[in-house]
């Protein structure tokens, strides 16, 4: 369940959503709301990016998803005690995990932290065929 406020002829309204009616909806369109965050749109992305390969857009869009749900927080390296999180995926399958260190690894972009476990399962649940592009040529 979650619940989120939408605005209803000029009203914010509450409403909650299990998480099944949540990934419908978000999979009508499951950028739009990462392209909102940054206050563009998906024909001005691929405007400035329509020119890179799949996968480096899949990359850029992936730490995009990451700034959205860190709300612009960015990960404390001096702060041991902080849970960071990044996707683990098993290539085969293409499943994943959820991994926490107190470092980072040279394999791992900051850009692909998320502050909360949560948000990282939540995202990877929604926009799963976008780390697929981002992690696949």
């Known amino acids: 369940m979650k619940t989120i406020k939408i ?3 000029g009203k914010e309204t509450e409403i909650t959503l299990t998480k099944e009616q949540l990934k419908q ?4 369109n499951p950028l739009k ?3 909102d965050y940054h206050k563009t749109t998906e024909e001005e992305f691929n405007k400035l990016n329509g ?7 899949g990359q850029i869009l992936e730490a995009m998803i990451v700034e959205m749900y860190n709300k ?3 990960p404390n390296w001096s702060n041991s005690n902080q849970s960071k999180y990044y996707p683990y995926f098993n290539m085969g399958s293409f499943s994943y995990d959820y991994w926490v ?3 980072a690894v040279s394999s791992v ?3 692909s932290i998320f502050l909360r476990k949560e948000d990282l399962l939540e995202a990877v649940e929604l926009y799963i065929d976008l780390y697929k592009q981002a992690r696949t040529f």
């Open 7 to 9: 605005n209803i002829n």
């Open 109 to 111: 972009p900051a850009s």
């Open 25 to 28: 909806i978000n999979n009508q």
């Open 33 to 35: 709301k990462v392209f």
């Open 101 to 103: 260190y107190d470092y």
């Open 72 to 74: 612009g927080e960015k």
């Open 51 to 57: 020119h890179l390969p799949s996968h480096l857009k």
